[in-house]
């Protein structure tokens, strides 16, 4: 006789082969694990704590030479590392170690490039007296630099920030010869008229000089409400400025492109270290 029990059968019984439903994942935050991945697998940096750097490169990046000539210098011996002479090849530069080239201390510290999709209502300061909230909390945990933004974005603007301490490059950016192009998504309180735009291509006289607007075109299925300009002006709220001196009043203003970056897979509010190649794009453009 079997001993066996029989299953029990009724309503509320589930076969062993019945599918399971699925977990429902929030897509928000699908987005941010999967924008986080993307950071990763892009991100060019070494990691802090193990930040040795070859001796050649260290006197390079310094800006004392190439690392050719670097590999000379060391031979030579005209190199030091805490006090020692190196003439070996390959030599490595851990942190805190005092780098001396001709007698003279080298500080080289590594270039940072970090790109943020500023959120509204943070004003583009290293500090601030009143305390209201500033850009540098946001990227303060981008790397262990001092990193400074290229130019400005105000309190109401959204979008496009770059970090660095590379000064060369950002004098570059700024640089009234060689200021960067910039193209910014703005929405306005009424209708525009397509005269307007032709003025600004045209140049537009405020209190501090004229200034031309590259492209100022309709943002298609806006009904006239919203424009994409591009410039290359680094002045003081130039776009609100403009728009203000031909009657409209700025309700949104999102930088969207600067000097070639652009925001793609880059969600409000988040940062990211710029890649090997858009530095490279950078310093070439």
Request: aromatic share 10%.
């Given at each position: 006789m079997n001993s066996r029990k029989k299953p029990t059968q009724g309503k509320n019984t589930k076969s062993a082969n019945t599918p399971q439903p699925k977990k429902k994942i929030n897509k928000a935050k699908a987005k941010y694990i999967d924008h986080k991945d993307r950071l990763k697998k892009g991100d060019p940096l070494p990691k802090f704590d193990t930040d040795e750097v070859r001796l050649n490169k260290y006197l390079s990046n310094a800006g004392i030479c190439s690392r050719r000539e670097a590999d000379v210098f060391i031979q030579t011996g005209v190199v030091t590392v805490n006090g020692n002479v190196i003439t070996e090849m390959g030599y490595k530069v851990k942190p805190g170690d005092v780098v001396r080239y001709d007698g003279q201390t080298i500080n080289a510290e590594t270039k940072r490039y970090v790109l943020l999709n500023k959120p509204k209502g943070f004003i583009t300061t290293m500090d601030d007296p009143q305390g209201r909230k500033t850009v540098m909390t946001i990227v303060k945990k981008a790397c262990k630099e001092r990193i400074?933004?290229?130019?400005?974005?105000?309190?109401?603007?959204?979008?496009?920030?770059?970090?660095?301490?590379?000064?060369?490059?950002a004098k570059k950016l700024t640089h009234p010869r060689h200021k960067a192009s910039k193209i910014y998504h703005v929405e306005l309180d009424k209708r525009v008229d397509p005269l307007d735009l032709e003025k600004m291509k045209a140049g537009i006289l405020l209190e501090d000089g004229t200034t031309v607007y590259d492209k100022a075109e309709f943002v298609k299925g806006s009904d006239g409400f919203e424009v994409g300009v591009e410039l290359h002006s680094g002045k003081n709220r130039i776009v609100r400025r403009t728009f203000e001196s031909l009657g409209y009043k700025v309700l949104k203003l999102d930088?969207?492109?600067?000097?070639?970056?652009?925001?793609?897979?880059?969600?409000?509010?988040?940062?990211?270290?710029?890649?090997?190649?858009?530095?490279?794009?950078?310093?070439?453009s």
């Open positions: 400074y933004p290229v130019g400005r974005l105000d309190k109401e603007t959204t979008g496009l920030l770059l970090f660095t301490n590379d000064g060369d490059l930088r969207v492109m600067f000097a070639g970056l652009t925001k793609k897979d880059l969600p409000r509010g988040m940062y990211r270290h710029l890649t090997e190649q858009e530095v490279a794009f950078l310093k070439m």
